[in-house]
T-cell receptor, first 115, second 114 residues
Framework: NAGVMQNPRHLVRRRGQEARLRCSPM?????VYWYRQLPEEGLKFMVY????????ESGMPKERFSAEFPKEGPSILRIQQVVRGDSAAYFC?????????????FGQGTRLTVV | AQSVAQPEDQVNVAEGNPLTVKCTYS??????LFWYVQYPNRGLQFLLK??????LVKGSYGFEAEFNKSQTSFHLKKPSALVSDSALYFC????????????FGAGTRLFVKA
């Protein structure tokens, strides 16, 4: 059973470009979470999704950021018109639908660098 | 609203000595508590969790954690530290009011000296 797969591992974008980060959850997991980690800082919750639904996006910036988890395919975190402050590690995690007591499993992260 | 506090940015301990990494939490309902470890340039690895029952929870790599409801704490412990335990440790919490949102603490960097 493969773990949570994120790609790309490293992404470089110029200011103003779009960044697309992909996350394939573990098999059987229907809950996906995205977190952002700035250098030497903790994990900041961004968004929690289930298939075709955004459940909680209270941590998402109001502009330029969006997330989806379609019926088929990976979850996508999309950042439009990137700025230098978007440079960070973005982690995806997934958990099974068995209840909130189930731990989440993390991917290796995508390190976004905006130049 | 949920919140987690890890009061120490860094913990230093000598190899072979016991270690403690502190965590306190705040939730609306009953807590589900987790500890994760992160090695450089890697994702987070699950160590252990508290759901209900025995207040002392045992996890991976010899780690354990003690849940204290009255102090709203969930401190991570290990009887004898290894140099290879040096990493960034995160405490996390959910509550039982139905949501799956997990809030993480700021992290505590553990240095174990040989």
């Amino acid at each position: 059973n493969a773990g949570v797969m994120q790609n790309p591992r490293h992404l470089v974008r110029r200011r103003g470009q779009e960044a697309r980060l992909r996350c394939s959850p573990m098999k059987g997991h229907s809950h996906v979470y995205w977190y952002r980690q700035l250098p030497e800082e903790g994990l900041k919750f961004m968004v929690y999704l289930q298939k075709e639904n955004i459940i909680d996006e209270s941590g998402m910036p109001k502009e330029r950021f969006s997330a989806e988890f379609p019926k088929e395919g990976p979850s996508i975190l999309r950042i439009q018109q990137v700025v230098r402050g978007d440079s960070a590690a973005y982690f995806c995690a997934s958990s099974p639908p068995t209840g909130p007591m189930a731990e989440a499993f993390f991917g290796q992260g995508t390190r976004l660098t905006v130049v | 609203a949920q919140s987690v506090a890890q009061p120490e940015d860094q913990v230093n301990v000598a190899e072979g000595n016991p270690l403690t990494v502190k965590c306190t939490y705040s939730v609306s309902g009953n807590p589900y508590l987790f500890w994760y470890v992160q090695y450089p340039n890697r994702g987070l690895q699950f160590l252990l969790k508290y759901i209900t029952g025995d207040n002392l929870v045992k996890g991976s790599y010899g780690f354990e954690a003690e849940f204290n409801k009255s102090q709203t704490s969930f401190h991570l412990k290990k009887p004898s530290a290894l140099v290879s335990d040096s990493a960034l440790y995160f405490c996390a919490v959910r509550d039982d009011t139905g949501g799956f949102k997990t809030i993480f603490g700021a992290g505590t960097r553990l240095f174990v000296k040989a």
